[in-house]
């Protein structure tokens, strides 16, 4: 998958964005088109959509959007097209309050989204939207460590865990805290 183009804003519309990368255009779907300006240096996310009518691209403003974007996909009933609108329509933030509170009624509100497609967009997101960072301040080697994991690719839950394990154990260099870290997410994944 292409999950981001840097270029220049080369043209947009009320839904679109072209994206001039060393020479060739990326034309892509785009929630927030107003928010740019032609020939400025851009950083968009991306998502490319293949199906049997075609290759589609959709551009977002951040990783978070287009995670959010990734998650509403998932939803049984829920395209692309539709998701890329919701968040044309409503704020980031909005769209996860909506989620995590169960309000049927906001999201029936946005475009191309009834009453059953917005029962499962609850149903099926509701407490995997908000991911909570570690509270407990953490030291400058309990910080390394927690970084080397989430390069690995470890979730922020998983993330959150091996943190509060790491912190019962004072004093360690970067390296332990890592090792100690892997150790425990090892131990939780076979269920030890």
Known sequence: MIDFIRGNVAAFGTDWIIVDNNGIGYRMSYPHPESLVLNKEVQVFTYLNVTQDGISLFGFENREEQELFLRLISVKGLGPKTAVKMLAQSPYDAIIQAVETGNVSFLKSMPGIGAKTASQIVLDLKGKLVQKEAEVPQTAEVQDALDALKNLGYKTGDINAAANRMNEEP?????????????FLMKKKIGG
Do not use: E, K, M
């Not at 004093?171 to 150790?183: H, I, K, N, V």
């Open 171 to 183: 004093g360690l260099t970067s390296d332990q805290y890592l090792r100690l870290g892997l150790q």
